[in-house]
């Protein structure tokens, strides 16, 4: 499903930015809640079942990749395009635009990071034939090194 690309890349934005090189590498646990979405046109339990849902994982960050930083991290999206990047003083400020799937989609996430953890609030909106409107929090913290390090 093509939104699902969609959802995933608004979901997950706010989590590469921990790569940034003020942040610990190792291996990291993250949570992603939807908090509100808005599907124009969609089945309405759609919504509901992703209304509140949580979405956990575990990820590592590499020496190399910390380096990098998460502007490069995100170019997997080659559409995607940052127009505000803000990262210091412990406060994350972003806003990135992506072309894709026949619509454009904006993300804005903003919150705080510290070495080992991370607190950020995003929200996106989606134009085009598939539109949507969703608000989502990202909590995340250190927990390691990374497995067979």
């Known amino acids: 499903m093509r939104f699902s690309n969609c959802l995933c890349v608004a979901l997950l934005l706010p989590l590469p930015h921990l790569a940034q090189a003020q942040v610990q590498p190792g291996l990291w646990e993250s949570s992603v809640t939807v908090q509100s979405i808005d599907m124009p046109g969609a089945p309405p339990q759609m919504a509901a079942m992703m ?23 995100l ?52 134009t085009g034939r598939m539109s949507m409107k969703m608000t989502s929090t990202s909590t995340g913290r250190r927990i390691g090194a990374c497995p067979g390090k």
């Open 75 to 126: 170019k997997q999206n080659p559409s995607c395009r940052f127009t505000k990047y803000s990262m210091l003083g412990g406060r994350i400020s972003t806003e990135m635009s992506c072309q894709q799937n026949g619509g454009t989609m904006t993300a804005r996430a903003n919150g705080s990071y510290s070495p080992t953890s991370f607190n950020i609030t995003s929200s996106a909106t989606m």
């Open 51 to 73: 209304k509140g849902k949580t979405t956990k994982q575990s990820y590592c960050i590499t020496p190399e990749q910390a380096k990098q930083g998460p502007q490069e991290m």
